[in-house]
């Protein structure tokens, strides 16, 4: 009889979860990698979120990737949260020590930029200007990823100008909010646009935006993957504007998931790709 070899489980865990496409990603993974593991849906109500995180070292398992509405409360869960993560305020991975310990850690930031860089291998921060819409556990990791890669000015606008202005005390002198009126004629001279609300998410009304300020040499960033062309993406590239779509930072973001609790660096490839596409 051949020795059995030790099974590995993960998974997503968010409420709704069950229209996210991190089990093909991870799975597929797992079997390019030949590994005995698995990876699945954790649909949890938001009242469950801590039963739900401190049973994860109980049922024995590898740690699982957050989504909302779960990410600022699971941060507060943790044993131990990565330096960026403690910066962002909110984690997207959590990885079960040896120990049974909890560790946060927030993956977006990484996912976000290279995300961008996959649809314009020279882009740099450093480029201009960044209009960042929202100011949620997104687009915290956004300006985080932004401040480290040398941008000179982000310009955050939310609906409500409170959190904007919390958000810009990640360092106020790149940092600036500003009113949601403000938001259309805070495009001019803007290099980077990026959408981090969930307007233009399938279900959820367009997102009010006028392009006309905006350069047509901008990169324009839509967070949202479902549907993969948003009203903003749609119009942006009609205009010429170089755009991304949310699949890039979802299909980045979850290669250092992988490999923290697999032992495996896995590739973002064209066969991934086209395995995920083919489930819009």
């Not at 938001?183 to 981090?196: D, F, K, P, Q, T």
């Amino acid at each position: 009889m051949s020795e059995n070899k030790p099974f590995k489980l993960a998974g997503v865990m968010g409420m709704p979860v069950l229209q996210s496409r991190s089990p093909i990603i991870h799975n597929h993974w797992i079997r390019e990698h030949g590994l005995s593991a698995a990876y699945g849906h954790f649909p949890v109500q938001i009242d469950r979120i801590e039963d739900a995180v401190r049973g994860l070292s109980a049922l024995g398992l590898a740690g699982c990737n957050i989504t909302q509405p779960h990410k600022l409360a699971a941060f507060g869960l943790m044993d131990q949260v990565s330096p960026l993560a403690q910066r962002i305020g909110a984690i997207n991975c959590i990885v079960v020590q040896a120990n049974g310990a909890l560790h946060g850690f927030n993956f977006d930031a990484e996912g976000f930029i290279q995300s961008l860089r996959d649809e314009r291998p020279a882009w740099r921060a450093s480029d201009g200007p960044a209009v960042v819409l929202g100011a949620g556990g997104a687009a915290r990791a956004v300006v985080c990823a932004l401040i480290d890669e040398g941008a000179p000015e982000i310009r955050l606008i939310n609906r409500t100008r409170d959190k904007a202005d919390q958000l810009a005390q990640l360092d106020p002198r790149i940092v600036h909010a500003l009113e949601w009126s403000q938001r259309h004629a805070a495009l001019e001279g803007a290099a980077l646009l990026v959408n981090s609300t969930n307007q233009g998410m399938y279900g959820q009304p367009a997102l009010e935006l006028s392009l006309d300020a905006l350069p047509s040499t901008a990169l324009v960033s839509d967070l949202i993957y479902v549907p993969l062309e948003t009203p903003l993406i749609a119009a942006a590239r009609s205009r010429g504007n170089t755009t991304a779509n949310g699949l890039g930072m979802l299909l980045h973001q979850a290669v250092p998931a992988f490999e923290s609790w697999f032992g495996v660096r896995p590739r973002v490839t064209a066969a991934l790709r086209e395995r995920v596409l083919a489930t819009f």
